[in-house]
């Protein structure tokens, strides 16, 4: 596989196989895709986990455990407390 890269980017390749980081400007590419696969992964996982509290915010609402509060006092006053 052949793939054309900008300028900065090539020259940002060819400095981590210059400064010994890596081999071959192969193994420059492969690690960045193998850091773009994590990150996609932890974004994944961190959607999956918002929509779980989404979930059970509006569950914990509809049964009524719920504190009004009212003031930004309140709500300092409650993470004091937790």
Known sequence: ?????????EALV??????GHYTTE??????ALRLM???DEV?????????DALEQGFEDVAAGRVIELETEDQI????ASL
């Open 1 to 9: 596989m052949e793939i054309a890269i900008p300028k900065s980017l």
């Open 14 to 19: 060819r400095r981590k196989v210059e400064e």
């Open 26 to 31: 192969a193994e420059v590419v492969a690690d």
């Open 37 to 39: 696969q994590v990150r």
């Open 43 to 51: 974004a994944a996982v961190k959607r999956d986990r918002l929509r």
């Open 76 to 79: 300092d006053a409650l993470f």
